[in-house]
């Protein structure tokens, strides 16, 4: 009997293991995030960026201009001057401290852009973004492209 017991609680005790939720590493959360941003930027997602960025969020273009949060997402909206086809982020290093975390590497995109003639943006840049650590998650505070 005391054997069936010992049997009982190690088999009890091994689905508890089992069982226990993964628990996701800040880089893993920044790789998502980053990997989301692509997404939405694509899919020109107002919702996802609104609640994604920080309020004080700015995106640095190549040419040097910076758009604030409220620019980003009309932008990259139906409405606006980007139409992305695809965006992929590689080989990105991030550097995590306890509140705040930037990742260096690179993007590339296919797609245009229409400031009124149609410009084609497809290319590979640098990327830098900066992030901060709300009570909500990871939020993305910087974005910078470069050639």
Known sequence: MRIIFILLFTCLGMSHVNA?????????????LIDSLSSALVKQDKAWLSSNLTEDCGLTDPAG???????????????????????EASNIKYTINEKDASGIGSINIEGAMSTPDVVDVSGTYGLQAEFKKTDSGWKISSIRVSQ
Not at 20 to 26: S, Y
Not at 80 to 87: A, D, E, F, H, P
């Open 65 to 87: 201009q910076t758009l604030n949060k409220d620019h980003i997402i009309k932008a990259f909206s139906v409405e606006g001057i980007y139409s992305l086809t695809k965006m």
């Open 20 to 32: 226990a939720p993964v628990i996701e590493t800040d880089e893993e959360t920044l790789i998502k």
